[in-house]
């Protein structure tokens, strides 16, 4: 079945530990992406990933860092979690969109709360 | 920067009544969009993608359209059924029209009454 993983679904964890959420598609898509979705804020895109090893910032990148390593994986890495990171976090992969654009397959989400 | 709007916020209907959802955006340097569903506590689910050049998009009882001259595109869904009850999003590409970079909007909660 074609999908986007996360891992984990639901994180409760304190400030300043750092954490690390996994994200995986088995599509072998090019591009990944991660967003956080706030009330009354919407979906914001934190960063993305256009191929293995290219990387770039959306809009909200402060306080995330991410990598490429492998084409399946794009892990979101929290160096020193704050409160205001607080949020539910969603993976999502598609062909590489570039201007025609392809339909984005989306994660389950991660719900982080940050104490 | 491209800002997408979504209007209304919140829609109840009952069940039966065809129904349009607006999207609106500011950069209509744009060669597509997309809208989703999203379900509660749950992941997006793509629902059309629509090129500049198509004009129109169908899949069921949706239809979307955009209308990049007027910076406006529509989900149009016909005989509306309970299990349509959802958060509709609309997203647009960033300024300069590539998808690597999708600005959303803030959804339109739909309640479909039986």
């Known amino acids: 079945e074609a999908q986007v993983t996360q891992n984990p679904r639901y994180l409760i964890t304190v400030t300043g530990k750092k954490l690390t959420v996994t994200c995986s598609q088995n599509?072998?898509?090019?591009?990944m992406s991660w967003y956080r979705q706030d009330p009354g804020l919407g979906l914001r895109q934190i960063y993305y990933?256009?191929?293995?090893?290219?990387?770039d910032k959306g809009d909200v990148p402060e306080g995330y860092k991410v990598s490429r390593k492998e084409k399946r994986n794009f892990p979101l890495i929290l160096e020193s979690p704050s409160p205001n990171q607080t949020s539910l976090y969603f993976c999502?992969?598609?062909?590489?969109?570039?201007?025609?654009?392809?339909?984005?397959?989306f994660g389950p989400g991660t719900r982080l709360t940050v104490t | 920067k491209q800002e997408v709007t979504q209007i209304p916020a919140a829609l109840s209907v009952p069940e039966g009544e065809n129904l349009v959802l607006n999207c609106s955006f500011t950069d209509s340097a744009i060669y597509n969009l997309q809208w989703f569903r999203q379900d509660p506590g749950k992941g997006l689910t793509s629902l059309l993608l629509i090129q500049s050049s198509q004009r129109e998009q169908t899949s069921g009882r949706l239809n979307a359209s955009l209308d990049k001259s007027s910076g406006r595109s529509t989900l149009y869904i016909a005989a509306s059924q309970p299990g349509d009850s959802a958060t509709y999003l609309c997203?647009?590409?960033?300024?300069?029209?590539?998808?690597?970079?999708?600005?959303f909007g803030k959804g339109t909660l739909l309640t479909v009454n039986p």
């Open positions: 997203a647009a590409p960033n300024s300069g029209g590539s998808n690597y970079k999708l600005t």
């Open positions: 990933s256009m191929n293995v090893e290219v990387t």
């Open positions: 999502a992969s598609s062909p590489n969109p570039g201007i025609r654009g392809y339909e984005q397959y």
């Open positions: 599509m072998n898509h090019e591009y």
